[in-house]
């Protein structure tokens, strides 16, 4: 069965520094990997995946995630985070051979000014 | 914008009554979700569609009942509802291996 951990509820950081965001992931497949955020009372935006190629992937506003198979990793990293990052972002994997999609708990990032 | 809608965005219905929720997509997506989020609780996957043909029923309670005319609409239709089934409902659809587009929820209370 596949499944998503976000083993942090919220992050805290101070803006202008760089922000890391956890997941870990297991499928019994290639794993396609994603995040999104989330802003209060929205639906979901997608920022970036990978499905294959190479580890470090960029995404929408400045994000980016690296993926380390041996340890079954997709970290959500900013280089310099904003106070307008502040929201709700969550992991999620997909068994390539499957539809399903399933998703972690979520992590709270609250940056400072 | 998604290209993904849901209406109502917000529903406060009694736990006798009856109503459905609408998600449409004209991206030409194979697959459409259905999950509900509710407060301190993860994204719950409740129903997966492909090509109008349910893949998935998470173990979701009869109260809630899905339909999938067509690649383009799905519907949940909602009775005799419980106050813990207060929630934000999802939808979302996806071309089939990558990422899922999601509508912005319906806020429902029941009371």
Same mark, same amino acid.
């Given at each position: 069965a596949q499944?998503?951990a ?7 950081v101070? +803006?202008?520094?760089p922000?890391? @965001?956890? &997941? ?6 290639n794993p396609?990997l994603f995040?999104y @955020? /989330? ?5 979901l /935006?997608?920022?970036l995946?990978?499905?294959t #190629?190479?580890n470090l992937?960029?995404?929408s506003?400045?994000? +980016?995630a +690296?993926?380390?198979? *041996?340890q079954t *990793? ?5 280089? *310099?985070a904003l106070?307008s990052d *502040?929201a709700l972002?969550? &992991? ?10 399933i998703f972690?708990t #979520?992590?709270?990032?609250q940056?400072?000014? | 914008e998604?290209?993904?809608t849901?209406t ?6 009694? $736990?006798t =009554?009856k ?5 449409e997509q004209?991206l030409?997506? =194979?697959? $459409?979700?259905?999950y509900k ?7 719950e996957l409740?129903?997966?569609y =492909?090509?109008k043909?349910q893949?998935?029923?998470n ?7 899905p339909e999938?005319? =067509?690649?383009s609409?799905?519907f ?5 509802l419980q106050?813990?089934d207060s929630a934000l409902?999802?939808c979302?659809s ?9 509508g912005q ?7």
């Amino acid at each position: 069965a596949q499944s998503v951990a976000q083993p942090e509820d919220q992050v805290n950081v101070a +803006e202008g520094n760089p922000l890391t @965001v956890k &997941c870990t992931y297991s499928v019994s497949g290639n794993p396609y990997l994603f995040w999104y @955020v /989330q802003y209060p009372n929205r639906g979901l /935006q997608f920022l970036l995946k990978y499905i294959t #190629g190479d580890n470090l992937v960029k995404g929408s506003y400045g994000f +980016e995630a +690296e993926f380390n198979k *041996s340890q079954t *990793s997709f970290h959500l990293k900013k280089p *310099s985070a904003l106070v307008s990052d *502040s929201a709700l972002y969550f &992991c999620a994997v997909r068994d390539g051979n499957t539809d399903k999609l399933i998703f972690g708990t #979520g992590t709270r990032l609250q940056v400072f000014p | 914008e998604t290209g993904v809608t849901q209406t109502p965005r917000h529903l406060v219905m009694g $736990m006798t =009554n009856k109503k459905s929720l609408k998600c449409e997509q004209h991206l030409g997506h =194979n697959a $459409m979700y259905w999950y509900k989020q509710s407060a301190k609780k993860p994204l719950e996957l409740m129903f997966v569609y =492909n090509f109008k043909e349910q893949t998935e029923n998470n173990s979701v309670p009869s109260r809630f009942s899905p339909e999938c005319p =067509n690649s383009s609409h799905l519907f949940l239709h909602l009775h005799t509802l419980q106050p813990e089934d207060s929630a934000l409902y999802l939808c979302a659809s996806s071309p089939r291996g990558a990422e899922a587009f999601f509508g912005q929820g319906t806020r429902l209370t029941v009371v």
